[in-house]
């Protein structure tokens, strides 16, 4: 069977994001995935990679990924294109892992689907599955030339444990200056978070104009913690700065796709559904019954959010002492 | 400094969107076009950077001739000229194809600094400023949230899940920006009047020395096999709140487990 290259996200202490589990699952479906894992942390990790079925695992253990903005990656990447033939190589649908599925489609002459909601198969070659136009639009998409490269939207494919080999390849890698000229000097960790991040969070709690200011956002901060979520915010909260551009979920911020994603005083204008319908699950509050957000949660209250969520919050911390 | 600002005319982000049945290209035609609004602040950005260390500011945009509005546009906030990428041969060309032509168009016109948006709100794949920084030989500083030029230095802070990093290159060098870097600015009608005398030279593949097979949508190394409108979500329960809202939600995420 041939190999399917997957890029691990993970961090330097070898904990693998989840990200990385699911795109092995999807790989599965395509063939025989091959982890390639670049700097340190590849033996910590090795057992997990096992779990979740990767035959191999190729290590790149150098300073360079880090160093350097993803070229270096790009080009570790593309040689295992050239020495290993995969049927494809799956990376994380981020805007980094994008960025090197980018670099590498070029190194490679081959086509690139992004931001991949599904992989499957068919006749032998992989299709890709699109929430396009905010989710509006599902396009199927195929790779017509070289090795097909799919970026995957974090938790969109189920992660499944599937035991596995999981050997370990040393692969000897050194960047080339052409991939080492944009060097990171510095990496600033913004504010420590206990929540997880909005990207990969399986739950997510957001707030919108509703809140009615920063001080008022708080409660929506209050609720995520109770449920372990993530917090995402709609863009007028982050026009109006009471919460940081970087929790921005829509259009033009962050794509979201958890398992319940609780809208909080958001309309739920064109703007900010493209970034959250593929959630599995949308639970909406609004003191406008007409809100468009109603039409695609699963469940709604019509009411007013600074009286709704206290009591929701009450009811589940209840309910985790039951 | 020869700055020069990508931008992509897209379809209205506040209408509904979709692809033509058939070819399955985006449907530009019957929807109004608009700059792509995150490249707003990549015009921005390229304007401040004039200011600040001197040099001219162009327009670079590939599309149809519908997208001369758009260049317009840019060439209102202040942008000194434009070039437009113009040729039916590059209908339906994906982001590799795009990369391609985009890159060649540059090393015609000749920069020191290219400034992308981060992402076009139509296709969204976020590659093209990787793969023309990659086909340039260039710094790849993008998804920059603060860009610092000293000399021939450019750093830039490049946005992170957990914060940021701090990235250097040289010139020549590709930056992309990301939403929120700047305010953006209005055309003003002195600017809109001016506008309408600046150059905007056109380009054919023949200039980018490129031939009609290795663009296009025939040529793409990606093609949409099908698409289709998302089916509705079955309708949901919706309440009203009477004095138990909040505990009728906490009853629906214990059914479904979240609790």
């Not at chain 2, 609004?37 to 260390?53: P, V």
């Amino acid at each position: 069977m041939a190999e399917v290259l997957v890029l691990a996200e993970h961090t330097a202490d070898g904990e693998v994001k989840k990200v990385t589990l699911e795109l092995l699952s999807a790989a599965r479906r395509l063939g025989e995935p091959s982890v390639v894992w670049t700097g340190p942390g590849a033996d910590a990790a090795q057992p997990r990679l096992a779990e979740y079925g990767a035959a191999k695992v190729y290590v790149a253990d150098s300073p360079d990924f880090a160093g350097y903005v993803v070229a270096p990656t790009a080009e570790l990447l593309a040689s295992l294109v050239a020495s290993a033939s995969p049927a494809a190589v799956l990376i994380a649908g981020t805007t980094e892992g994008k960025e090197i599925a980018g670099r590498l489609a070029v190194k490679t002459g081959s086509g690139v689907l992004t931001d991949a909601v599904d992989v499957t198969e068919a006749g032998g070659a992989p299709v890709g599955e699109h929430a396009n136009f905010g989710g509006a639009v599902i396009v199927h998409a195929t790779v017509q030339t070289g090795t097909p490269i799919i970026a995957v939207r974090p938790n969109s494919v189920a992660a499944e444990p599937s035991p596995a080999a999981a050997a370990v390849e040393a692969v000897a890698f050194t960047a080339s200056d052409a991939a080492k000229t944009a060097k990171i000097t510095e990496h600033v960790v913004a504010e420590a978070s206990e929540r997880p991040e909005l990207s990969e969070a399986s739950i997510v709690v957001s707030g919108g104009r509703g809140t009615g200011s920063a001080d008022g956002f708080g409660i929506i901060e209050q609720l995520a913690d109770s449920l372990g979520a993530a917090v995402g915010a709609s863009r007028a909260v982050v026009d109006a700065g009471w919460y940081p551009h970087a929790f921005q979920v829509g259009q033009t911020g962050k794509t979201v796709s958890p398992q319940l994603y609780m809208a909080v005083g958001i309309s739920g204008a064109i703007q900010h559904r493209a970034g959250m319908q593929t959630s599995k699950t949308i639970v909406a509050v609004n003191k406008d019954a007409e809100a468009p957000i109603f039409e695609i949660a699963d469940f709604g209250v019509v009411g007013d959010l600074f009286t709704v969520v206290p009591q929701l919050i009450e009811e589940i911390g209840k309910r985790k002492q039951i | 400094m020869n700055i020069v600002v990508c931008v992509k005319q897209v379809p209205d982000t506040e209408v509904e969107r979709s692809l033509v049945p058939g070819d399955n290209t985006v449907d530009r035609a019957s929807v109004d076009g608009v700059i792509n609004y995150l490249d707003e602040f990549a015009i921005e950005e390229g304007l401040k950077i004039a200011e600040a260390q001197g040099g001219e500011v162009t327009i670079l945009s590939m599309g149809p001739a519908k997208a001369s509005e758009s260049i317009r546009k840019a060439l209102s906030m202040g942008a000194d000229k434009a070039v437009h990428v113009i040729d039916d041969a590059l209908a339906g060309s994906d982001a590799l194809e795009t990369s391609l032509a985009i890159a060649e168009a540059l090393k015609v016109v000749g920069f020191d600094l290219v400034v992308f948006g981060s992402e076009s709100t139509d296709a969204r794949t976020g590659v093209v400023p990787a793969m023309v920084a990659e086909r340039l030989g260039v710094p790849q500083l993008t998804l920059a949230g603060k860009v610092d030029i000293s000399g021939s230095e450019v750093t830039i802070r490049r946005v992170a899940d957990d914060g940021y990093e701090v990235v250097t290159g040289s010139l020549p060098a590709v930056v992309s920006v990301v939403e929120k870097i700047n305010e953006p600015r209005y055309p003003t009608f002195k600017g809109i009047m001016a506008a309408k005398k600046k150059p905007v030279q056109t380009l054919t593949l023949a200039d980018l020395s490129l031939d009609a097979g290795s663009v296009g949508l025939a040529n793409a190394a990606s093609r949409v096999e099908d698409f289709a409108k998302r089916p509705p979500r079955a309708a949901g329960v919706i309440v009203k709140d009477e004095g138990d809202g909040g505990a009728k939600a906490a009853s629906f995420l214990a059914d479904r487990k979240f609790i």
